[in-house]
């Protein structure tokens, strides 16, 4: 009886720690990396969790501040390749659905992931751009041993994907 209350005890104590874990999606560029300036400003950034109509997929997302922690990385990560001109007189503003966050429950090996649908509009609100991009995190157990904790890398490591792809796709784009 104490041998099974020692060890019920023990895998509280791995899961409580696991629990603590917040999202980070913070994305990093090479110093290299190379865009095409817009001639436009960005004037806001936001995110939003799909409406039940509109997801692709499950919507597993744990972290209450989620979409705020994704509009701080995307903004951070737009104002890191200076991909806009903050000195231009027209402005934009990026609007990103997460549609679909995929999580495993179980596993050695986690896999997560993304659908997010981006919409950059103009000060007039045209739609200059819209797409969805598909990304995925996987997190393994020689990179976190508890299972929470490497759910929480492979979530952060497909949203990360996911924003790279983006500023990926429209570095080039001419708007």
């Known amino acids: 009886m104490k041998k099974m209350s020692?060890?019920?005890?023990?895998?509280?104590?791995?899961l409580l720690s696991g629990c603590s874990?917040?999202?980070n999606f913070d994305v990093s560029f090479p110093s290299n990396f190379q865009v095409l300036q817009k001639n436009?400003?960005?004037s806001a950034v936001n995110a939003q969790l799909a409406s039940e109509n509109k997801k692709t997929g499950d919507l597993d997302?744990?972290?209450?501040?989620?979409?705020?922690?994704?509009?701080?990385?995307l903004l951070k990560a737009l104002k890191d390749t200076k991909l806009f001109d903050d000195t231009s007189h027209s402005s934009l503003q990026i609007k990103a659905v997460i549609l679909q966050n995929d999580t495993p429950s179980?596993?050695?090996?986690?896999?997560?992931?993304?659908?997010?649908l981006?919409?950059?509009?103009?000060?007039?609100?045209?739609?200059l751009y819209s797409k969805s991009i598909q990304a995925e995190g996987l997190a393994t157990i020689g990179d976190e041993f508890v299972a929470f904790k490497r759910m929480v890398l492979a979530n952060d490591r497909s949203v990360q994907n996911n924003?790279?792809?983006?500023i990926d796709d429209i570095k080039s784009k001419k708007f």
């Open 6 to 14: 020692i060890a019920i005890a023990s895998i509280v104590i791995v």
């Open 21 to 23: 874990v917040k999202n």
């Open 40 to 42: 436009y400003k960005l």
């Open 61 to 73: 997302v744990f972290d209450p501040e989620y979409t705020q922690k994704f509009e701080i990385s």
């Open 106 to 116: 179980l596993g050695l090996n986690m896999t997560v992931y993304t659908d997010i």
């Open 118 to 127: 981006y919409e950059i509009k103009n000060q007039e609100g045209k739609v």
């Open 163 to 166: 924003i790279k792809l983006f």
